[in-house]
């Protein structure tokens, strides 16, 4: 079946150093990706995303970038901060079947 | 706007009893969907409806059925509970339309099966 494969599954970064999560999707006919931020015990709530049309979207300190030909995609949070910390989970959409896809989750702990 | 409801937060449940976790939102949005979220594993999609009347199968759908009779509400249905359904379960719902497919997630109930 198809999947999301993310990586890598645990990060830690200094304050201020950057971060950087990579998802790699089989659906070819994927065309929205969006990045969740868990905090611990809370719901997912959607950060940044990107539809399969458009290379790069940025705000603020958080950006995401898409390879269509190499189906991937990554997310870049740039001076992170202790409250960045959390889980993050990229998934792949396919409007065609309405399917999401998520991947296994990244723990990123930014270190003070 | 409440946005996504669920409840119960908490459940335990013995093995072979059933129950059903709700779900309702109150942004008209056409799209909902159950997820369970286990530790290592992400999110799964267990189902998912279009709209009211319309449902379907995701990713893992054994053990759980659903339906979809209103826009408002999507209930999840556990018939006979198996220690392996113990979970985490969000609800999600969002517009289907291309201007926007952002998912809002629900609070989540934790299901304890013994």
């Known amino acids: 079946g198809e999947n999301v494969e993310q990586h890598p599954s645990t990060l830690s970064v200094q304050e201020g150093d950057s971060a950087v999560i990579k998802c790699t999707y089989s659906d070819s006919a994927s065309n929205y990706f969006p990045w969740y931020k868990q905090e611990l015990g809370k719901r997912p709530q959607l950060i940044i995303d990107?539809?399969?049309?458009?290379g790069e979207k940025k705000d603020q300190r958080i950006a995401v970038t898409l390879n269509k030909t190499a189906k991937h995609f990554s997310l870049h949070i740039t001076e992170t901060q202790p409250e960045d910390s959390a889980v993050y989970f990229c998934a792949s959409f396919d409007s065609g079947t309405y399917k999401y896809i998520f991947g296994t989750g990244t723990r990123l702990k930014v270190l003070a | 706007n409440a946005g996504v409801t669920q409840t119960p937060k908490f459940q335990v449940l013995k093995t072979g009893q059933s129950m059903t976790l709700q779900c309702a939102q109150d942004?008209?949005?056409?799209?909902m969907s159950w997820y369970r979220q286990d530790p290592g594993m992400g999110l799964r999609l267990i189902h998912y409806?279009?709209?009211?009347?319309?449902?379907d199968q995701g990713e893992v759908p054994n053990g759980y059925n659903v339906s979809r009779s209103t826009t408002e509400d999507f209930p999840l249905r556990l018939l006979s509970a198996a220690p392996s359904q113990t979970s985490v379960y969000f609800c999600?719902?969002?517009?289907?339309?291309?201007?926007?497919?952002?998912?809002?997630f629900g609070p989540g109930t934790r299901l304890t099966v013994t």
């Open positions: 409806s279009v709209g009211a009347g319309i449902t």
């Open positions: 990107i539809r399969s049309n458009v």
């Open positions: 942004m008209n949005h056409e799209y």
């Open positions: 999600a719902s969002s517009y289907s339309s291309v201007s926007s497919y952002e998912q809002y």
